[in-house]
């Protein structure tokens, strides 16, 4: 149309815009992860570092123990993604396909949860993590990251699941799988997509979680990345290049993964609505 | 009568019911210990005065909701909570409209355009917060050297030094982070109309802005809905901006009722005034959430 193809020279020069606007924030990242320390604390400040310093990438590594933090990010997340999984998938099967009492209000009390705050219970969460001898463990964090994702995930494998004929389940019911079976070798491969939405959802949820691992994590060899790059920031004069350096690194996992569900995602969130 | 019992007890008790049971006993048992109990120990809690060590000592009763309820402080707290989400939600919503309308229009490098503006929602908002620490930096941050050098603020604030200042640069952040989130549910929205009615619209005589109004928006009445309600309890549940930018400062006029909750407890021990400010956040989101998971059930069918 008409209208259409004159309404895009005003939607490109726009969306350029907004766009250097909204990604301000990355910019400066970048422009400053590479600079020297003299050109971090230039004034007037500067955009384009008057010198490459590559090593910044190297001192990060060497010198600030990223290693250790990328560990420690991975093995939670990695940890709150198995225990959400093995929680998640079977609940969610009995709510998408079997008939029981009370199913309707598991179904609200998910949705209810899956608004819930980690800040109005971390004060009986911190009494609780304490007093079993959790406190400052990777276990710890496993369980909060898992404990506030399993809703929402619950609830969109049961949307997956419910997607499922119900034919194909009777047929390998009559020919002999056991209701469990039918889980595992008819229902999961079909729903993989759902089951890797949900998987890539917690790990993200567990990598940029911060509440918990600031009031449950005390020893340095123990902190994920988020706290870690926290902590490192306003003890005397931060360097700024190679805590930019850091976010980006940090950062890139999580935007990888975050393209492959944001379709699903939005679709989950916004209730059928939108088709993903 | 009998049979209505037995009725009863077979619905309650049958192998397919008793299987669901079974499938949902580690999820339930996990949200009893770590989500139920807490509630109610945060209720209880609030009930006691406390020591420094969050013991409980002595039962007070609602005396802590009363002495909270006479700080002037708690109500300054809980109202900035409220516009807090108020400013919040509205900008991200007309934001992620406008940008929404920018991607519905068709031209080459629209999904490239469209990754790019998802990047502030996919990135980890506490890493996101500590940049934005840096841009804000009053010295050496290239906000205000920007804003200067194009001559748009020739005396730029420093952004977490004053209060209204440290308000503004907060929620900017919280803002930013969302807006995205508005901008993909509405775009999918719009995609989902079919083209057939601008085109009618069109042929009727109907402006760009009658059927923006009459088509679009009507169109994305529910979406709008679900996911205005959804950015609420998000806005409002927010900790890490305001945690990391200023910590509630200065003199608490960033401070809303997540980071106070946090501050109460975690910083100064004051254990029993953080559980009333717990269980007001609770009630606050119970009643939105109820809301929202309303609506979602009355659109699905089950």
Known sequence: ?276 | MGDATFSLRRRLWNPEARLAYVLMAPTILFLIAFMFYPIVYVFVMSLFKTNKLSQLTTFVGFKNYVTRFKDAEFWQTTVRSLYWTAIGVSVKFLMGMLIAILLNVNYRGRKLARMLFIIPWASSVPISALLWQWVYHPEFGLLNHSLKATGLVANPPIWLGAAVSAFAACVWVDIWAGIPFFALVFLAGMQAIPQELYESAHIDGAGGIRSFFSITLAGLRDLILISTLLSAIWTFNDFNVIFILTRGGPAGATNILTTSVYMSGFTFLKWDSAAVQAVVTFVILSIVSLVYARFYFKRERF
């Open chain 1, 1 to 276: 149309m008409k209208w259409q193809n004159r309404s895009k020279y005003i939607a490109i020069p726009l969306t350029i815009l907004i766009l250097l606007f909204l990604l301000f924030p990355f910019f400066v990242m970048i422009s400053t992860m590479l600079k020297a320390g003299e050109d971090v604390y230039a004034t007037p400040p500067i955009w384009i570092p008057r010198h490459i310093e590559w090593s910044n990438f190297v001192t990060v590594w060497t010198q600030y123990d990223l290693a250790s933090y990328f560990l420690a990010s991975i093995v939670i997340a990695v940890g709150a993604t198995a225990l959400n999984t093995i929680l998640c998938v079977p609940a969610a099967y009995a709510v998408a396909r079997l008939n029981f009492v009370g199913r309707k209000f598991a179904l609200y009390l998910l949705l209810m949860i899956e608004m819930f705050s980690p800040v109005i219970v971390i004060i009986s969460l911190f009494k609780i993590v304490t007093r079993v001898g959790l406190y400052d463990t990777f276990a710890s964090l496993i369980i909060m990251d898992a404990l506030f994702t399993v809703a929402f995930n619950t609830w969109m494998m049961n949307g997956y699941f419910k997607t499922i004929p119900k034919d194909i389940e009777e047929a390998a019911l009559i020919d002999g799988c056991t209701r469990v079976q039918t889980i595992t070798k008819v229902m999961l491969p079909i729903a993989v997509p759902g089951l890797v939405t949900v998987m890539i959802y917690s790990f993200i949820f567990a990598w940029n979680e911060f509440l918990f691992g600031l009031s449950f994590i005390s020893s340095k060899n123990k902190m994920p990345l988020t706290i870690a790059l926290y902590n490192f920031v306003g003890r005397w004069m931060t360097q700024w290049q190679y805590l930019c350096m850091a976010a980006l690194l940090a950062i890139i996992p999580v935007l990888v993964l975050f393209y492959l569900i944001e379709k699903r995602l939005v679709a989950g969130l916004a209730g059928g609505a939108v088709k993903g």
